[in-house]
């Protein structure tokens, strides 16, 4: 069964500092993974997916690799704001046929609080 | 700008009720999904849909019933509610079941039962 970790649980940094988010996973053959920020008391945003044929995906300050041979992906928050306080999850999810359904495996998430 | 709803965001139920939980989604997405979200477990799958009448269970169906008789529309059914199903129910969407694609939420339910 594909399992899902993040590590640490929760990061505290100072306004400014480049933040560093880890995701492992134990099923590296088939993998995409999508990248989650939540803010407390509501729903999922999505902020990158990268697909299994891909190594990285960047949006604006946000960049995500992901490497399945070590079954590793690192979300990477360039010059951090206060406004990037959230939990921030990650989920992979099986390339495939219909009746995997796109199922999604979520790590337990990291909480950021980026300090003035 | 694509938007995911959900009928309630807060709801009190007592033991024993029958309780639906409703998502509309208007982007004409054929997946839908139903998690559970819980302090130390995280989000767990409950039920999906690829497909209308079409459902598949998750990691953790027991308890739970769901329904998709129309392509935007999944309905999450507790039968009886339990105080152990005192949670954050979330429901999400995504475009094709054939290929991975971005998962959009909605908003969330917190569901107390006493």
């Known amino acids: 069964k594909q399992e899902v970790t993040q590590i640490p649980a929760a990061l505290s940094v100072p306004e400014g500092e480049n933040l560093v988010l880890n995701c492992s996973f134990t099923d590296s053959a088939i993998y995409n993974l999508q990248w989650f920020r939540q803010d407390p008391g509501k729903g999922l945003t999505s902020l990158l997916l990268?697909?299994?044929?891909?190594r990285e995906q960047t949006s604006g300050r946000l960049n995500a690799s992901l490497d399945k041979s070590s079954g590793r992906s690192t979300l990477y928050i360039a010059a951090s704001q206060p406004g990037d306080s959230a939990t921030y999850l990650c989920a992979g999810g099986p390339v495939g046929i219909k009746a995997a359904g796109n199922k999604l495996t979520f790590g337990g998430g990291t909480r950021v609080l980026v300090k003035p | 700008d694509v938007k995911v709803t959900q009928s309630s965001r807060y709801l009190v139920k007592r033991t024993g009720e029958k309780v639906f939980l409703e998502c509309v989604q208007d982007m004409d997405h054929e997946n839908m999904f139903w998690y559970r979200q819980d302090p130390g477990l995280g989000l767990r799958l409950i039920y999906f849909s690829y497909d209308v009448k079409m459902k598949e269970k998750g990691d953790i169906p027991e308890g739970y019933s769901v329904s998709r008789e129309k392509k935007e529309r999944f309905s999450l059914i507790l039968e009886s509610a339990s105080t152990n199903q005192t949670s954050m129910y979330l429901c999400?969407?995504?475009?094709?079941?054939?290929?991975?694609?971005?998962?959009?939420f909605g908003p969330g339910t917190r569901l107390l039962v006493l």
């Open positions: 990268i697909q299994s044929s891909q």
């Open positions: 999400a969407s995504s475009l094709s079941p054939a290929e991975q694609e971005t998962q959009y």
